[in-house]
């Protein structure tokens, strides 16, 4: 497993380069609503995988974020981390950015009985719902696999749907530039935002509303997911940073608050 340490100086640099440093500078909302940020919270950053998804750029700009929060971050390129029962033992949060690629079951048993057993877990895009295809236990964890986007990068919306959830709330629909994930979903996710496919690329979807950031509980563990990040880049549209932001602070806190009630299927309960 391979440490990296990265300076606050480094990170605004960073930040700065993508163009995200402003929306950064803002603050997060979450300290408005009087949430707590990381006191000391233990995070492991896992990164790697394929990299047209920018593993490397996304630990240089989410890492620091980290750092500035409180949190104690440790940080890994390699899988074998999740087969450190001391380590996993005593983390409250996983951030993973690894794209396909395979996990094996040492690997995957450590990781999945750490959220079951309360761990929280926070991802984006292909990082966390495209990961390790032919693990299906993974994919009822995170809540949902990529499995197409039409048209490549283009220009859509995402709408937020729950402006009451701390993760989304005081925010407003706004535009991306990038992939428009067209993805398999667990109907008992909380869905937050959506976005919905025209035909231009795939008429036979034409009108599917599709979610774009959700949470859910795997046992007893928070899992945050949002389809947007592609690239590095997608993280200067300033609501996409702070959706994650938000939705990582919200997995961090698993072990720490009651289990809510985040069950909103898409068809009623019995």
């Given at each position: 497993?391979?440490?990296?340490?990265?300076?606050?100086?480094?990170?605004?640099?960073?930040?700065?380069?993508?163009?995200?440093?402003?929306?950064?500078?803002?603050?997060?909302?979450?300290?408005?609503?009087?949430?707590?940020?990381?006191?000391?919270?233990?995070?492991?950053?896992?990164?790697?995988?394929?990299?047209?998804?920018?593993?490397?750029?996304?630990?240089?700009?989410?890492?620091?974020?980290?750092?500035?929060?409180?949190?104690?971050?440790?940080?890994?390129?390699?899988?074998?981390?999740?087969?450190?029962?001391?380590?996993?033992?005593?983390?409250?949060?996983?951030?993973?950015?690894?794209?396909?690629?395979?996990?094996?079951r040492d690997?995957?048993?450590?990781?999945?009985?750490?959220?079951?057993?309360?761990?929280?877990?926070?991802?984006?895009?292909?990082?966390l719902g495209?990961?390790?295809?032919?693990?299906?236990?993974?994919?009822?964890?995170?809540?949902?696999?990529?499995?197409?986007?039409?048209?490549?990068?283009?220009?859509?919306?995402?709408?937020?749907?729950?402006?009451?959830?701390?993760?989304?709330?005081?925010?407003?629909?706004?535009?991306?530039?990038?992939?428009?994930?067209?993805?398999?979903?667990?109907?008992?996710?909380?869905?937050?935002a959506t976005?919905?496919?025209?035909?231009?690329?795939?008429?036979?979807?034409?009108?599917?509303?599709?979610?774009?950031?959700?949470?859910?509980?795997?046992?007893?563990?928070?899992?945050?997911?949002?389809?947007?990040?592609?690239?590095?880049?997608?993280?200067?549209?300033?609501?996409?940073?702070?959706?994650?932001?938000?939705?990582?602070?919200?997995?961090?806190?698993?072990?720490?608050?009651?289990?809510?009630?985040?069950?909103?299927?898409?068809?009623?309960?019995?």
């Open positions: 497993m391979r440490l990296q340490k990265i300076t606050r100086r480094e990170f605004l640099t960073k930040a700065s380069a993508v163009g995200v440093g402003a929306s950064l500078a803002m603050g997060s909302l979450f300290e408005e609503l009087g949430a707590q940020t990381g006191s000391g919270k233990k995070v492991l950053f896992v990164w790697g995988g394929w990299e047209g998804h920018d593993p490397g750029p996304c630990r240089d700009l989410f890492v620091p974020w980290l750092r500035e929060e409180g949190f104690d971050v440790t940080v890994s390129d390699t899988l074998d981390a999740y087969t450190d029962k001391s380590l996993m033992d005593s983390l409250d949060l996983v951030v993973q950015v690894w794209t396909m690629g395979e996990i094996s690997q995957s048993d450590g990781l999945l009985s750490a959220v079951k057993n309360g761990m929280g877990i926070a991802g984006w895009h292909g990082g495209d990961s390790f295809r032919q693990n299906t236990e993974y994919q009822f964890m995170v809540g949902g696999q990529w499995v197409a986007h039409p048209g490549g990068v283009i220009d859509y919306e995402v709408n937020i749907t729950d402006h009451s959830d701390p993760v989304t709330r005081g925010l407003s629909d706004f535009q991306m530039h990038t992939e428009q994930y067209y993805m398999h979903v667990d109907p008992a996710n909380k869905v937050l976005t919905t496919f025209t035909a231009e690329h795939a008429p036979w979807i034409e009108g599917t509303v599709m979610p774009v950031v959700w949470k859910k509980v795997y046992g007893d563990g928070r899992v945050f997911y949002s389809s947007l990040g592609h690239q590095v880049t997608d993280f200067k549209v300033p609501e996409a940073l702070e959706i994650t932001r938000r939705g990582i602070l919200w997995a961090s806190r698993s072990k720490y608050e009651e289990t809510e009630d985040l069950v909103s299927p898409a068809y009623p309960r019995t």
